[in-house]
T-cell receptor, first 117, second 114 residues
Framework: GAGVSQSPRYKVAKRGQDVALRCDPI?????LFWYQQALGQGPEFLTY????????KSGLPSDRFFAERPEGSVSTLKIQRTQQEDSAVYLC???????????????FGDGTRLSIL | AQSVAQPEDQVNVAEGNPLTVKCTYS??????LFWYVQYPNRGLQFLLK??????LVKGSYGFEAEFNKSQTSFHLKKPSALVSDSALYFC????????????FGSGTRLSIRP
């Protein structure tokens, strides 16, 4: 596709349920990022993949959060035993590659708005 | 630790007037600096970036930003504002040595009145 695609756009879940959020990056983009954006705040880094390798997961807030990109394209962010504080917009971004001294801009999807009741 | 500050939650400008959205940063090394724009219920769109070279960077939609190393600032500017520029603007920074991780500011809501 032409841009980064995220699904679903909206997700409502009850506290304690597991959720899975999907990201389809721009075709050929090596790097993929997940961010969490709370209401009225800037995006906060969660994790980063280069192809299928998860190179940085320092931003994942707890072990309830898990991300994967098994074939180096589509990625899934899974949240287990959801809590109300998990309510946020989850943004996915991709870029061509990360090369020291280059830093290609990231292209963002429209996000998944997650509401935990 | 690196950080970004956007001191203004909101900036109001009349259409046709120049606009400035402020950003300051704090890093321990050489920074990469970015501006992104976000429209309601949409993801962020890249406007411009500074890596090295000229301190004045030109980007999309007529926006530009000036890197000032001594003041650790990267203010976003446009000579003549349009109503369609009304949106949420984010400044961001990453380090040369950790180019994957971008830290965003809290955002500035720009409102252009006709």
């Amino acid at each position: 596709g032409a841009g980064v695609s995220q699904s679903p756009r909206y997700k409502v879940a009850k506290r304690g349920q597991d959720v899975a959020l999907r990201c389809d990056p721009i075709s050929g983009h090596v790097s993929l990022f997940w961010y969490q954006q709370a209401l009225g705040q800037g995006p906060e880094f969660l994790t980063y993949f280069q192809n299928e390798a998860q190179l940085d997961k320092s931003g994942l807030p707890s072990d309830r959060f898990f991300a994967e990109r098994p074939e180096g394209s589509v990625s899934t962010l899974k949240i287990q035993r959801t809590q109300q504080e998990d309510s946020a917009v989850y943004l996915c971004a991709s870029s061509q590659e990360v090369i020291l001294g280059s830093n290609q801009p990231q292209h963002f999807g429209d996000g998944t708005r997650l509401s935990i009741l | 630790a690196q950080s970004v500050a956007q001191p203004e939650d909101q900036v109001n400008v009349a259409e046709g007037n120049p606009l400035t959205v402020k950003c300051t940063y704090s890093v321990s090394g050489n920074p990469y600096l970015f501006w992104y724009v976000q429209y309601p219920n949409r993801g962020l769109q890249f406007l411009l970036k500074y890596i090295t070279g000229d301190n004045l960077v030109k980007g999309s939609y007529g926006f530009e930003a000036e890197f000032n190393k001594s003041q650790t600032s990267f203010h976003l500017k446009k000579p003549s504002a349009l109503v369609s520029d009304s949106a949420l603007y984010f400044c961001a920074v990453s380090l040369y040595s950790s180019a994957s991780k971008i830290i965003f500011g809290s955002g500035t809501r720009l409102s252009i009145r006709p």
